[in-house]
């Protein structure tokens, strides 16, 4: 009966807000959790990454990882507010539509449609860092399975189109269906986690002190900007943990779920992913012959497993990369849904329709689908424009969060939350900040603007590595730039419906 209760009162939310509910409302508490867990998937990002910040700035790079984390949280904090307050699929571009207005917010979500398309994109291309390895016969396309080579970057669009079209289809059955992948995903993630920490700690090559040592980039003069680059590499991991937003009106009580999973899947992934660094700092055969920084976790881990036992957990990595494709493309349906439903995308009223037997938006999740295949295909031209345009989307991403950041702290000067419910739709109590609202999301937009510069610096090593095509190099600005103005030819100046609801709810 408080089931069935509670149920009305989300219907009821949803229609204060204009809306009426269309999405099938079903997921509990750990399907929202795995929601955000599964796009940061610690297990694929710093599968990838790890070389980066260890190439810069040797094992001290350990100490952006608590640095960005803490940036990072002051964020979640306020969306985790945002989300108690404004239970709405598009999470990031209805709270800063909310906040700042329409402009405001057609701007962040147009990042973050962007953004969430690449980032989707280059998950799905990390299968060709995991599969052939588990398997020769995965390297259909050629020989050579390195990413850089003619062959390997064949290969790489292969298996990420395929995977593309799984997440789709699975995308397009209903929201249970992905549900229940996505959590049996994250249940096998977060075992590997364990797993991969524990073989770790127990192959430990030296103490834990190893965290303070600099290698050999702290004898070289202005170690402390090499340092800054290198944490990069948290800065591209610890994103997507709003997911659980986006999800909101296919959530149970997602007034008190939604901010506590958001608050959780970003807290979790930040001890499991330190402690994977402490680990594998611990356990690498050398840290000096440049293997750590060229090859990342899979030196460390093929260095201390027997064949069976890697290729098991190579198997997990690879289900860890499908269960974060398909959460990046959730998220990036549901947030061009909640555009479209507003009139705020070309095509919206077929983008805007939902199945009325699978309760999911099929278009969106079809046209996300095709749009990542598209920017796959860019990687079998050339590798490093790929590499590029990756890295970039990580400065749409956190310019998208500026944007529900800056307008939140300027509304919170003016008095901000006033009225609207008070209790979620179990009679209990709204998240909030109280007192500590202000100076919480005065640090969130401070760390989030320093990591914006820090994330666009014209670095030839970050965006032209091989020097190839010097103009990569200012990537992130001329791209932001022309995105900008892309989305200014695009705004739609017509009336948004419904009008947004910003006091009283």
Excluded at 306 to 329: E, H, K, N, R, Y
Aim: net charge neutral; charged share 10%.
């Amino acid at each position: 009966m408080t089931t069935v209760a509670s149920q009305s009162q989300d219907h009821d939310d949803l229609a204060e807000f204009g809306y009426e509910q269309q999405l099938h409302r079903s997921l509990g508490k750990f399907a929202s959790f795995a929601a955000g867990f599964s796009f940061v998937s610690i297990l694929t990002t710093i599968f990838q990454l790890f070389g980066l910040g260890f190439s810069f700035a040797g094992p001290a790079f350990f100490w952006t990882w608590p640095c960005v984390f803490i940036g990072q949280f002051m964020v979640a904090l306020c969306f985790a507010e945002l989300a108690a307050r404004y239970p709405i699929s598009g999470a990031i571009y209805q709270w800063s539509r909310r906040m700042g207005g329409e402009l405001v917010g057609w701007f962040a979500g147009w990042f973050m449609i962007l953004a969430q398309i690449v980032t989707a994109s280059a998950a799905a291309i990390a299968l060709q860092v995991v599969l052939p390895t588990v398997w020769s016969g995965f390297q259909i396309v050629g020989e050579d399975s390195a990413l850089t080579s003619p062959s390997g970057a064949a290969n790489a669009v292969l298996l990420g189109s395929v995977l593309l079209v799984l997440t789709t289809t699975i995308n397009c059955i209903g929201v249970n269906w992905m549900s229940r992948i996505n959590n049996i995903g994250v249940t096998c993630e977060i075992i590997g986690v364990i797993a991969v920490v524990g073989m770790f700690f127990t192959h430990a090559q030296r103490g834990p002190d190893v965290v303070f040592d600099t290698g050999e980039a702290g004898t070289q003069p202005g170690y402390i900007w090499a340092w800054i680059v290198s944490g990069l590499m948290a800065a591209y991991v610890m994103v997507g943990f709003g997911s659980a937003g986006e999800l909101a009106e296919e959530t149970r009580n997602p007034r008190r779920v939604a901010p506590r999973t958001i608050r959780l899947a970003l807290s979790v992934s930040a001890i499991g992913g330190g402690l994977m660094i402490v680990g594998a700092l611990m356990a690498a055969p050398s840290l000096t012959d440049g293997r750590l920084a060229t090859e990342g976790l899979p030196y460390v881990l093929t260095s201390i497993l027997s064949s069976p036992w890697g290729t098991l957990l190579l198997i997990d990595v690879a289900i860890a990369v499908f269960v974060c494709t398909l959460a990046i493309q959730t998220a990036a349906s549901r947030l061009m849904f909640s555009m479209a439903r507003d009139g705020r995308l070309p095509a919206s009223s077929v983008l805007a329709r939902v199945n009325p037997r699978t309760g999911t938006p099929i278009a969106p999740s079809v046209l996300i689908g095709l749009l990542c295949v598209a920017v796959l295909a860019v990687n079998v031209g050339n590798s490093a424009i790929f590499t590029t345009l990756s890295s970039v989307c990580i400065v749409l991403i956190y310019l998208a969060y500026l944007m529900v950041t800056v307008p939140l702290l300027v509304r919170r000067l003016s008095g901000w939350p006033t009225g609207g419910p008070q209790v979620d739709a179990e009679g209990r109590p709204l998240f909030s900040l109280g007192k500590f609202g202000i100076p919480v999301n005065i640090a969130a937009v401070l760390y989030g603007a320093l990591m914006v510069v820090n994330l666009s610096w014209p670095r030839a090593e970050i965006f032209n590595p091989t020097g190839e095509f010097p103009l990569l190099q200012w990537a992130a600005p001329l791209t932001v730039a022309a995105v900008v103005l892309i989305g200014a030819l695009c705004y739609p100046r017509g009336k948004t419906v419904p009008n947004p609801v910003t006091i009283g709810a």
